[in-house]
């Protein structure tokens, strides 16, 4: 008897301890691949943020950058676009344009976001008037106007196949939701650090796809998926959905979207095993499909 009450006793402490930590990723949100408009051209786009981050990012700052990539002084001479950003598709309230007091677009705009917004934002990008402008552009939320930075989405490989070029008409107009850290994650050897971040698939056959890539080559982890805080593998009732337990310096771990539902919620637990102290990565996700 006392032992099984020791025994439940450390059970209880580590499932305590598992729920504590957890770092909040707030997600991106990107245009799918890069965009080449008609001169003069308009094209609507929408980010649809998951409920939970509708009361989460209340009091978040919304800062939206646009990429010109052969346009990086943002010369009028040669192609720039016009941004307004929205909660209704007529744009009869705009909560920010990139147009700065001097009457120029510029490559940001930001506004504080409050969850009276609601979880629907629409972009109107309008293209000048010069024949060969091409662009990409994504939100991100940040907690102060003094985290807010220039962010550009490096498509994979899959996503760059998708279109050699983007036609009119032809373009996707949601927002592609992805979750990334800004800046590389640490975890000493033997250790575990824990990430959470929100997910709202299209169709209950999406996967949730995690990557944990050492920036080193003596870093070395296991990654597992959680639909719980009490994220604790090995242990009956741990919630665990998905891993990777390769404990090498590339871990990817994935799991069908259902696990985590209605919540939405995907907890991360990454352990070290590296052959140094600490261990630092980079760490992305994403919904995909099956067929992607």
């Avoid at 890069?34 to 001169?39: A, E, G, L, R, S």
């Avoid at 994504?138 to 106007?145: D, K, T, Y």
């Avoid at 259902?258 to 990565?281: C, D, K, Q």
Wanted: net charge negative; charged share 15%; hydrophobic share 35%.
């Amino acid at each position: 008897m006392a032992a099984a009450f020791v025994a439940a006793f450390l059970l209880l402490s580590l499932v305590s301890a598992q729920e504590e930590n957890y770092i909040f990723i707030p997600s991106k949100y990107v245009v799918q691949s890069n965009q080449k408009p008609d001169h003069n051209e308009v094209r609507l786009y929408t980010a649809t943020l998951c409920v939970p981050e509708v009361d989460r990012y209340d009091g978040y700052v919304a800062n939206i950058d646009i990429n010109l990539p052969f346009n990086l002084d943002w010369k009028t001479t040669l192609g720039v676009v016009f941004v307004k950003v929205s909660n209704t598709t007529d744009f009869t309230h705009s909560y920010c344009t990139n147009i700065n007091s001097t009457g120029y677009p510029v490559r940001t705009c930001s506004f504080n976001y409050t969850k009276d917004i609601g979880p629907t934002l629409h972009f109107q990008v309008t293209a000048g008037t010069a024949g060969s402008i091409q662009y990409t552009f994504g939100i991100e939320f940040v907690q102060s106007a003094s985290e807010s930075r220039p962010f550009k989405h490096v498509p994979m490989t899959s996503e760059r196949s998708l279109k050699k070029r983007s036609l009119p008409g032809d373009y996707k107009p949601d927002l592609l939701a992805i979750v990334r850290l800004d800046t590389p994650g640490k975890v000493n050897t033997t250790d575990s650090v824990r990430y959470e971040f929100n997910i709202c698939p299209s169709s209950e056959n999406n996967d949730v796809i995690v990557t944990i890539v050492g920036t080193y080559t003596d870093s070395a982890f296991s990654t597992y998926l959680c639909n719980s805080k009490n994220c604790i593998p090995d242990v009956p009732g741990s919630h665990v959905v998905g891993f990777d337990v390769s404990d090498t310096s590339f871990n990817v771990a994935t799991a069908g979207v259902s696990h985590f539902m209605p919540g939405g919620t995907v907890f991360v637990l990454i352990t070290g095993f590296g052959g140094t102290e600490v261990n630092e990565f980079e760490l992305a996700a994403r919904i995909i499909s099956p067929t992607f």
